[in-house]
Nanobody, 120 residues
Framework: QVQLVESGGGLVQAGGSLRLSCANSGGALYAMAWFRQAPGKEREVVSVINYTGSITYYADSVKGRFTISRDNAKNTVYLQMNSLKPEDTAVYFC???????????????WGQGTQVTVSS
């Protein structure tokens, strides 16, 4: 039974850093992704990684600032977020699926989300 649990969110000042973690208590998933949803906006992809880490995808808005990684021995995926901006404020969701896709509809498994708030 796959269960994804995010942690690491919080309040940080602009320019600061946070590292999100997503622990999977079930079987390994080929593709792991981070999505985010700000108030009044649609959910959007942030980053995706395949099982080996050889394929990664980043939204243009986070390229050069965020890094996705995974530790398969720990069944955990991470999102290192640096140089945070107020516009990064959102609920961040971890998702797992079988294809490296940017479309949220392609992901079967979802975490409950963790709030990230960046103050100016």
């Amino acid at each position: 039974q796959v269960q994804l649990v995010e942690s690491g969110g919080g309040l940080v000042q602009a320019g600061g850093s946070l590292r999100l973690s997503c622990a999977n208590s079930g079987g390994a998933l080929y593709a792991m992704a981070w999505f985010r949803q700000a108030p009044g906006k649609e959910r959007e992809v942030v980053s995706v990684i395949n099982y080996t880490g050889s394929i990664t995808y980043y939204a243009d808005s986070v390229k050069g600032r965020f890094t996705i990684s995974r530790d398969n021995a720990k069944n955990t995926v991470y999102l290192q977020m640096n140089s945070l901006k107020p516009e990064d404020t959102a609920v961040y969701f971890c998702a797992g699926g079988s294809e490296v896709e940017a479309d949220s509809a392609e992901y079967k498994y979802w975490g409950q989300g963790t709030q990230v708030t960046v103050s100016s």
